[in-house]
């Protein structure tokens, strides 16, 4: 017998019973592409899955920004923690660490979500990013992002970012990009959480 409240199940036999469903909203496949760019909608929640990005240039940053003018600036201000984890090839090195100069306070810049991707044929990205409310005009706006990499210097690695854009305006839109070049492939899906 399930946990009900408010007519929902939260526990079901043990598990937590989540209520919703993804919707695909819209998709983009970068074929060097400066950037890839999502108009936000009246979703409580949104999930951007990013699936084997691949820069044009070496040792590059994947990032992103929010817009509160229908992308005609992405500079909203947001304040982030940003860690990882990482293990070479070789084995010979592992690290865990915070990484302070890819965390931001009170900035308006682009928020990294994974750094020194490489160029090799054989090295992406792949992540996902959660967005929640964006259409409220009381409260800031919460996010996480977590994704993996294999990057420029022949590791693996994890990273988790997590934050919030503080503004009470509205967030229009979403811009995906590197922090030089293109983005030489991968595709981005956009989805609304019912």
Do not use: W
């Amino acid at each position: 017998m399930g946990l009900i409240s408010n007519g929902t199940t939260i526990f079901d036999n043990g598990a937590m019973a989540v209520g919703g469903s993804l919707v695909l909203l819209s998709s983009a496949t970068a074929s060097s592409s400066a950037s890839i760019e999502f108009s936000l909608g009246s979703y409580k929640e949104y999930k951007f899955f990013f699936v084997d990005i691949h820069p044009q240039t070496d040792s590059v940053n994947l990032q992103m920004n929010f817009s509160t003018d229908s992308g005609s600036n992405y500079n909203v201000t947001k304040t982030t923690t940003y860690f990882r984890a990482a293990h070479d090839e070789a084995n010979t090195d592992t690290f865990l660490a915070y990484s302070t100069g890819a965390d931001l306070a009170q900035s308006t810049t682009f928020q990294r979500l994974q750094n020194d991707l490489g160029n090799g044929a054989d090295e992406s990205c792949s992540g996902s990013l959660t967005l929640y409310n964006p259409s409220s005009t009381t409260y800031v706006k919460h996010f996480i992002s977590t994704s993996n990499a294999y990057f420029a210097s022949d590791y693996t690695q994890n990273v988790f970012v997590a934050g919030y854009a503080n503004t009470t305006s509205a967030l229009t839109n979403i811009k995906f990009e590197m922090s030089s070049g293109n983005i030489d492939d991968g595709k981005i899906l956009m989805f609304g959480v019912n």
